[in-house]
T-cell receptor, first 109, second 115 residues
């Protein structure tokens, strides 16, 4: 089965709106990471968040282990936020990494 | 679905030795990547590779590192010589295109332990 389910698959916003991206997981984890995929394919790590809430500028990540979910919140979205966002779970039983399928975000001016 | 295979899953070597990490990417993919994750830290980009060339590399991609994909076989990451700080899990990824909308497929990683 799929260890990580990411939603929504795609999201279209007007500039200034907020975005909420979700990852739900079905296994126990050591950590959850959120990435932004740049043009060219390389990933930029946004958050390394095993549990709790972390903030970075307009971004907030919240991981609630007992509810088996992690979210990425983008406030006051900008056109430059457009792109693919990925979550990745590190499974506690064997330290393997599982990625979600990604959310493609489009922010319109 | 498409899979990226990494061989071996765990490698233990002595400091100063050479090591080659092997990645069998998705069969029709043309873009390849290596990432490094030290235990307890975030995953970080090392390098991407296309058409026989390194397209982009990070500061973590030291002179001791090299990548190649000879004759369409494994995509490899070679470290020569290894250092203690090279101990980490190395993830390979591949994609069919270079853009931000092209999905990366990741392997499960090779854990490298340098003693």
């Amino acid at each position: 089965g799929q260890q990580v389910q990411q939603s929504p698959a795609s999201l279209v916003l007007q500039e200034g709106e907020n975005a909420e991206l979700q990852c739900n997981f079905s296994t126990s984890l050591n950590s959850m990471q959120w990435f932004y995929q740049r043009p060219g394919g390389s990933l930029v790590s946004l958050f390394y968040n095993p549990s709790g809430t972390k903030h970075s500028g307009r971004l907030t990540s919240t991981t609630v282990i007992k509810e088996r979910r992690s979210s990425l919140h983008i406030s006051s979205s900008q056109t430059t936020d457009s792109g693919t966002y990925l979550c990745a779970l590190e499974q506690s039983s064997n330290n393997r990494i599982f990625f979600g399928d990604g959310t493609q975000l489009v922010v319109k001016p | 679905g498409p899979k990226v295979l990494q061989i071996p899953s765990h490698q233990i070597i002595d400091m100063g030795q050479m090591v080659t990490l092997n990645c069998d990417p998705v069969s029709n993919h043309l873009y390849f990547y290596w990432y490094k994750q030290i235990l307890g830290q975030q995953m970080e980009f090392l390098v991407n590779f296309y058409n026989g060339k390194v397209m982009e590399k990070s500061k973590l991609f030291k002179d001791q590192f090299s990548v190649e994909r000879p004759d369409g076989s494994y995509f490899t990451l070679k470290i020569q010589p290894t250092a203690l700080e090279d101990s980490a899990v190395y993830f390979c990824a591949s994609s069919s295109g270079p853009g931000e909308n092209e999905r990366l497929f990741f392997g499960h990683g090779t854990k490298l332990s340098v003693l």
